[in-house]
């Protein structure tokens, strides 16, 4: 398996635009994971999905932040409009279940000026 | 305080040496994680634990579920052991980090 698959693996954009951040999950795992590690605040959980369900998203930081998962293989993180203080890296997980280990992917740079 | 504090920050080692790193909690948990995040960052999952002890090759983890503690134990240290590693404890709905500890093993 090739594992958890980030794209891209870095973004440079600019104040105000729609950024999109992919993600697909290892086969056969039910549960995918966004997370976001900034130098300031470590590692946070943004949204995780159980099943395709969007279960807890009370670590997305605003209204600008969207995540869906319209099927087991792929999952989104969008951010409209996107700030500079959006810039940091965001990583995507996935478990075979809530409660077992997960496996990240690299995840993708996000610089945003 | 925070709901997850490890220790230390910063930790120096000459290669082979016993390592301890901890991490303590202050929130029920239902599994506590050690994650190792590289020079290059890419993130490892080490251990997923709820009570005793894990051993995986050179590393083992502990937890003392009463006293809300982990331990993260390298025996003979290695300079390719280099990284951050990080403490996460999770709830039924929720996943928090420790803020890392930065180790670095010198040949």
């Known amino acids: 398996d090739a594992g958890v698959i980030q794209s891209p693996r870095h973004e440079v954009t600019e104040m105000g635009q729609e950024v999109t951040l992919r993600c697909k999950p290892i086969s056969g795992h039910n549960s995918l994971f966004w997370y976001r590690q900034t130098m300031m605040r470590g590692l946070e959980l943004l949204i995780y999905?159980?099943?395709?369900?969007?279960?807890?998203d009370s670590g997305m930081p605003e209204d600008r932040f969207s995540a869906k998962m319209p099927n087991a293989s792929f999952s989104t993180l969008k951010i409209q409009p996107s700030e500079p203080r959006d810039s940091a890296v965001y990583f995507c997980?996935?478990?075979?279940?809530?409660?077992?280990?997960?496996?990240f992917g690299p995840g993708t740079r996000l610089t945003v000026l | 305080k925070n709901e997850v504090e490890q220790s230390p920050q910063n930790l120096t080692a000459q290669e082979g040496e016993f390592i301890t790193i901890n991490c303590s909690y202050s929130v029920g948990i239902s599994a506590l994680h050690w994650l190792q995040q590289h020079p290059g960052g890419g993130i490892v999952s080490l251990f997923m634990?709820?009570?005793g002890k894990k051993k995986h090759g050179r590393l083992i983890a502990t937890i003392n579920i009463q006293e809300k503690h982990s331990s993260l134990h390298i025996t003979a240290s290695h300079p390719r052991d280099s990284a951050v590693y990080i403490c996460?404890?999770?709830?039924?709905?929720?996943?928090?980090f420790g803020s890392g500890t930065q180790l670095t093993v010198l040949p």
């Open positions: 996460a404890v999770g709830s039924a709905r929720q996943l928090t």
């Open positions: 999905f159980n099943n395709n369900v969007p279960i807890d």
């Open positions: 634990l709820s009570s």
């Open positions: 997980a996935s478990s075979l279940d809530r409660s077992n280990e997960q496996f």
